[in-house]
């Protein structure tokens, strides 16, 4: 039962454009969501997080999207650029769940032409 | 600044042989300890979590067990690897927040 799911395996995408990930998830419980970043044989990078409670959250180049009555988050990154070329996986949790767990996404591997 | 550290980081084992993969928090006290599994081409899934020293639970019934030793220490163990525990192993930690922070990861390859 996969209560997090993002449904584009890849994505590709021209340098300067605007990249959109998808992230669908089935718990209704859950009211915090995370984005992370990774690169082939090493660790994902945290890149930003939004709570349940609010609707966008920007930072920087990376702007979060959360649409609860649909279940759904999106990650818009603009511009995009070479560099972010990785696979992305978006996570979910339970704020007042016991131990801080999350809930990730199969993943949408993301390639940045130049 | 918190660092943490995963070793090996390559590990090639034969089926039935026993492992022993080691994850260590620095900069922080009390972290909450995570262990994931990457299968080849999929997401992360959760295997073990803690609290606190001693404390362990399981996310899933496996071939594999988790220890914390030290504050600090998280580690993943199993008593005789098949080939389907092969897969990339990482260790995670957070404190106050919900983002959990990775380390390097372990590349297992059991034959």
């Known amino acids: 039962d996969q209560q997090v799911k993002q449904n584009s395996p890849s994505l590709s995408v021209q340098e300067g454009r605007i990249s959109i990930l998808n992230c669908d998830y089935t718990?209704?419980?859950?009211?915090?969501f995370l984005w992370y970043k990774k690169y082939p044989a090493e660790g994902p990078t945290f890149l930003i997080s939004?709570?349940?409670?609010?609707d966008k959250n920007e930072d920087g180049r990376f702007t979060v999207f959360l649409n609860k009555s649909a279940k759904h988050l999106s990650l818009h990154i603009v511009p995009s650029q070479p560099g972010d070329s990785a696979v992305y996986f978006c996570?979910?949790?339970?704020?007042?769940?016991?131990?801080?767990?999350?809930?990730f996404g199969g993943g949408t591997r993301v390639l940045v032409k130049p | 600044s918190q660092t943490i550290h995963q070793w090996p980081a390559t590990l090639v084992q034969p089926v039935g042989s026993p492992l022993s993969l080691e994850c260590t928090v620095e900069g922080t006290s009390n972290p909450n300890l995570y262990w994931y599994r990457q299968a080849a081409g999929r997401g992360l899934q959760l295997l073990f979590y803690?609290?606190?020293?001693?404390?362990i639970s399981s996310e899933v019934p496996q071939n594999l067990s988790a220890s914390r030793p030290q504050d600090r220490q998280f580690i993943l163990s199993s008593k005789k690897l098949l080939l389907s525990d092969s897969g990339f192993y990482l260790c995670?930690?957070?404190?106050?927040?919900?983002?959990?922070?990775f380390g390097p990861g372990t590349r297992l390859l059991v034959l």
């Open positions: 995670a930690w957070n404190k106050r927040g919900l983002a959990q922070y």
């Open positions: 718990n209704s419980m859950f009211d915090y």
């Open positions: 939004i709570s349940s409670i609010k």
């Open positions: 996570a979910a949790s339970q704020i007042k769940a016991a131990g801080n767990k999350l809930t």
């Open positions: 803690s609290v606190g020293i001693g404390q």
